[in-house]
């Protein structure tokens, strides 16, 4: 069973790894449109306080499979974030 704290960790870790990539990308192309790496910076907070929300949940049956979920969730928003990523 993974626990809170290292889902925690990968939370922090995956989104905030994407934030940097979208502010490196920003330097290395200042005089492109901005607009598209900010959208996706504010997808990955608003993704981060949700799935960290979820997280912390206290009334949950089956805290095994309430983990799992949340892993999963993180995993797809990551994706779908890098490949937005990828597209700039």
């Known amino acids: 069973m993974a626990s809170i704290k290292n889902l925690k960790k990968d939370i922090n870790y995956t989104l905030g790894d994407l934030i940097d990539e979208c502010y490196v990308w920003q330097l290395l192309f200042p005089k492109k449109d901005q607009i598209a790496s900010e959208a996706i910076i504010d997808d990955a907070i608003l993704a981060f306080d949700a ?3 979820k997280l912390n949940l ?4 089956n805290k095994k499979a309430h983990f799992k979920v949340v892993g999963e969730e993180l995993e797809v928003k990551a ?8 597209k700039l």
């Open 51 to 53: 799935l960290i929300a």
């Open 79 to 86: 994706t779908e974030l890098a490949g937005r990523i990828n």
């Open 58 to 61: 206290k009334k949950v049956e």
